[in-house]
T-cell receptor
Framework: AQSVSQHNHHVILSEAASLELGCNYS??????LFWYVQYPGQHLQLLLKYFSGDPLVKGIKGFEAEFIKSKFSFNLRKPSVQWSDTAEYFC?????????FGQGTTLQVKP | NAGVTQTPKFQVLKTGQSMTLQCAQDMNHEYMSWYRQDPGMGLRLIHYSVGAGITDQGEVPNGYNVSRSTTEDFPLRLLSAAPSQTSVYFCASGPPSYNEQFFGPGTRLTVL
């Protein structure tokens, strides 16, 4: 069965620190990959997505993610986090109508 | 466009009661889905639909029913509510060509 796992459940960083959140998916076929963000009290918003082509994908607010097919990974990165990046981050994989999410990573950025 | 709308925003039920969570979208999306969000478990897919008249089960379908009689609406029915169904429920819709889903604001359900 298709599944997505996120390695970090809770991350605490200081402002200006670099961020990398891990995501692995278990599906051998064609899969589209996403990162969503949920700010406190809000619903999910799309950060970035990968369908095909350049494996380095840039999204909104300075986020990027790299698709590594051989590792079934789609890690999220940001060179310098801000306090406003405090949120929950979800990796997701899509195939044939089903979008499956990972468990989520709570990011807390200290000012 | 209103996007994806959900009603109600909050609901409290007693064990054994039934109810329907409403979801509607005005973007003419073929794909619609229901998720529940629980702390530490992310979002789990309950049911999804790839078009009017077509529904299928997701990861956690037990205790929930869906139907898709129109493109716009995708209601989720709880037949006999249980405390384990206390959660935040999100509806989403998306076009098949982009495989991206847009989420509604959620319904917070408490079952006592």
């Amino acid at each position: 069965a298709q599944s997505v796992s996120q390695h970090n459940h809770h991350v605490i960083l200081s402002e200006a620190a670099s961020l990398e959140l891990g995501c692995n998916y278990s599906y051998g076929g064609t899969v589209n990959l996403f990162w969503y963000v949920q700010y406190p009290g809000q619903h999910l918003q799309l950060l970035l997505k990968y369908f095909s082509g350049d494996p380095l994908v840039k999204g909104i607010k300075g986020f990027e993610a790299e698709f590594i097919k051989s590792k079934f990974s789609f890690n999220l990165r940001k060179p310098s986090v801000q306090w406003s990046d405090t949120a929950e981050y979800f990796c997701a994989a899509y195939n044939t109508g089903k979008l499956i999410f990972g468990q989520g990573t709570t990011l807390q950025v200290k000012p | 466009n209103a996007g994806v709308t959900q009603t109600p925003k909050f609901q409290v039920l007693k064990t054994g009661q039934s109810m329907t969570l409403q979801c509607a979208q005005d973007m003419n999306h073929e794909y619609m889905s229901w998720y529940r969000q629980d702390p530490g478990m992310g979002l789990r897919l309950i049911h999804y639909s790839v078009g009017a008249g077509i529904t299928d089960q997701g990861e956690v379908p037990n205790g929930y029913n869906v139907s898709r009689s129109t493109t716009e609406d995708f209601p989720l029915r709880l037949l006999s509510a249980a405390p384990s169904q206390t959660s935040v429920y999100f509806c989403a819709s998306g076009p098949p060509s982009y495989n991206e889903q847009f989420f509604g604001p959620g319904t917070r359900l408490t079952v006592l």
